[in-house]
Nanobody, 124 residues
Framework: QVQLVESGGGSVQSGGSLRLSCAAS????????MAWFRRQAPGKERERVA????????TYADAVKGRFTISRDHAKSTLYLQMNNLKPEDTAMYYC?????????????????WGQGTQVTVSS
């Protein structure tokens, strides 16, 4: 079965960096869009932070452009999110998600597999 397992979250001070990883298994990894979402508070909607198509096309939310970089390693079936210059407003639970196709769309409903999440906390 499809599994997505995130790692790399933690607590950092404002201006610091973290790299999140998402190990995928149970399907042909290079056939699907992958994305990172975050939920900044319980009950709040998840927002797409960044996405990457099967051939490397990337999209970023305005709030993270220039600070975050999404990448994927097909040989390792792993998705990454390099987060630099972190701000307190980046504090959230971060989720890895697999899209329903090779192309990436914005809506949460266009992603059908999710990891369990990894917490990122940024203090000022």
């Amino acid at each position: 079965q499809v599994q997505l397992v995130e790692s790399g979250g933690g607590s950092v001070q404002s201006g610091g960096s973290l790299r999140l990883s998402c190990a995928a298994s149970g399907y042909i990894y290079n056939s699907y869009c992958m994305a990172w979402f975050r939920r900044q508070a319980p009950g709040k909607e998840r927002e797409r932070v960044a996405s990457i198509t099967n051939d490397g096309g990337t999209t970023y939310a305005d709030a993270v452009k220039g600070r975050f970089t999404i990448s994927r390693d097909h040989a390792k079936s792993t998705l990454y999110l390099q987060m630099n210059n972190l701000k307190p407003e980046d504090t959230a639970m971060y989720y890895c998600a697999r899209g329903v196709s090779a192309w990436c769309f914005q809506g949460e409903h266009t992603y059908n597999y999710w990891g369990q999440g990894t917490q990122v906390t940024v203090s000022s």
